[in-house]
């Protein structure tokens, strides 16, 4: 069956015609019927096509507790290692704080708080991946670097059994290993995770 497509919409279609006009008699012919069901079976035994493995993106792994999250690695600039904090007023409780990056002043983004997860003191084991589209930059608070991974798009299924609401829309899916791989574009375009409603710069 390689290389061929297989139309199951028409298909479903077709059989559900068929069905229809069985149940309401207006197939009286037995062999007409007989050769419906045949060809119903034949449809059934066909298996789905394959999904495409190759395309994947390319994505840097980082822990969060017991929990795996994954970016995008076109977003990401530079991997830094979390100093100095500073809380600002009136920012939202997702934002750690801000710290100064080589004259840059970076918003962090706690993701703990942001999915709500179990908190954890800040130890120097702490990493800010700072991602960046050329006109933001955010920082993300990680427990740690994993590595980079191609991961297949194909086996990315949406959202979080435990997510809803706003906070899966950042998810731009999970595979079956449980990697939550971020939405590293709407975070940055996102104007509540900016600090004072500034791009970040």
């Known amino acids: 069956m390689q290389g061929r497509t ?10 559900a015609a068929a069905e229809a006009s069985v149940r309401d008699g207006s197939l009286q012919d037995p062999k007409e019927v007989r050769r419906i069901l045949e060809a119903r079976a034949r449809a059934a035994a066909i298996p789905p096509a394959a999904p495409d493995e190759s395309e994947r993106l390319e994505a840097l792994v980082f ?18 290692a979390l100093r100095s904090l500073t809380q600002v007023p009136c920012t939202p409780a997702v934002i750690a704080g ?3 990056l080589r004259g840059r002043i970076l918003a962090i983004l706690d993701l703990r708080r ?16 700072v991602i960046g ?3 933001n930059e955010l920082g993300l608070l990680a427990d740690a670097i994993v590595e980079v991974q191609q991961v ?11 997510l809803g609401g706003i906070r ?3 998810i731009r899916g999970v595979n079956a290993n449980m990697l939550a791989v971020l939405d ?15 791009p970040v710069r």
């Open 133 to 135: 589209d050329g006109e």
């Open 6 to 15: 297989i139309d199951w919409k028409a298909i479903h279609v077709r059989l």
């Open 98 to 100: 801000v710290m100064n």
């Open 63 to 80: 822990s969060l507790g017991q929990e795996s999250y994954a970016v995008e690695a076109r977003f990401v600039t530079e991997v830094c």
């Open 114 to 129: 942001f999915f709500e997860l179990p908190p954890k003191g800040l130890t120097e084991l702490n990493r800010i991946i």
């Open 184 to 198: 590293g574009g709407l975070l940055l375009a996102d104007a509540s995770l900016k600090v004072s409603g500034q």
């Open 152 to 162: 297949p798009l194909a086996q990315l299924q949406e959202g979080l059994p435990t």
């Open 168 to 170: 899966e829309r950042f």
